[in-house]
């Protein structure tokens, strides 16, 4: 396929993590937890700041801003009541009061966005090795001291650990 159709590719599904519906959220964060393996795919996903735009996905959730403005609440109580304990009637401030359904696709949001995130990192994980071993397969005086060196075009799958 022409780079230029895979870099198009890459860059709908990061519009569509930012700006479509949590279905479309959904579909993209799934097709780049396929896409991690293939370096080149990879490479373009890090060029068009991919890593920015799964995490935003996370920060943009009413779970997570909900969260956020209770810690800021908690943290606010604490400094003007001079490090004092607080009673009951202030926990009763900090209940999140988002439906069922928006905290159900919240949720489940962050957990493929986290999933994703371990692929992201095991795959690049996997690719600094792969390059380590080759350049210490190099630098020996036997061949195969370190194991078969392959060339990064033909990494597959299995040498990842994927």
Known sequence: MPKTVLQNLINYALWL???????????????????????????????????????????????????????????????????????????????IDLSEDVLSLSRQSIKQVSFNLKRYFECHLGFTADKLRRTIGKNHSHPHAAGPVLPSYKVSHSSLGI
């Open 17 to 95: 993590l930012e700006c479509s519906h949590h279905l479309g959220r959904t579909h993209a964060c799934m097709f780049f937890g396929v896409i991690y393996p293939f370096k080149i795919l990879l490479d373009m996903f890090d060029a068009q700041d991919g890593l920015r735009a799964i995490l935003n996905v996370i920060t943009t959730q009413p779970v997570y801003i909900q969260m956020k403005k209770t810690t800021e609440r908690i943290h606010r109580n604490q400094s003007t009541l001079d490090q004092s304990i607080m009673n009951d009637d202030d926990a009763t401030d900090i209940d």
